[in-house]
């Protein structure tokens, strides 16, 4: 008697620790190694929201930085944007569905952020830790 194998899906390639680092895995990282895209992504799980909305939502981000972050996540189609004609043209930026699914993923990092990573200038965030 033989037992059965079972297939892995033809899309995603093996574990990456037996491959080395994974193309997909580094790809992600390096989207949220750039210090505004996840604030971003953030800020619009909130909702639609302009050019000026964002900028409030996330705190201390410049024009310049938020309008070349934008253009990013929506030329790799995390974000997606709707330009209105008209008296008052805005051009509003939502999640794209591929943005809403990575929600779930930077959730989880959240969490784990929340539970693992002390805030800046906490006893436990200092390096050279207690009584060093």
């Known amino acids: 008697m033989t037992t059965p194998q079972h297939s892995q ?3 995603r390639s093996e574990h990456p620790q ?3 680092t994974s193309p997909a895995i580094t790809r992600a990282f390096a989207l949220l190694s750039r210090r505004w895209n996840g604030l971003i992504l953030m ?3 909130k909702g639609p929201a302009d050019f000026v909305q964002i900028r409030e939502r996330v705190p201390g981000i410049s024009d310049r930085m938020l309008a070349r972050c934008l253009q990013e996540l929506t030329a790799i189609d995390l974000v ?4 209105r004609p008209g ?3 805005r ?3 939502a999640l794209s569905p591929h ?3 990575f929600l779930v993923p930077l959730a989880i990092l959240f969490l784990w952020a ?3 990573l002390p805030a800046s200038g906490s006893p436990a965030s200092d390096p050279a830790g207690p009584g060093h």
């Open 91 to 93: 051009t509003r930026y």
């Open 18 to 20: 037996a491959t080395g």
């Open 9 to 11: 899906p033809a899309h």
């Open 114 to 116: 929340e539970d693992h």
């Open 80 to 83: 997606a944007q709707d330009a």
């Open 43 to 45: 800020a619009l799980a």
């Open 87 to 89: 008296l008052s043209s």
């Open 99 to 101: 943005g809403k699914a």
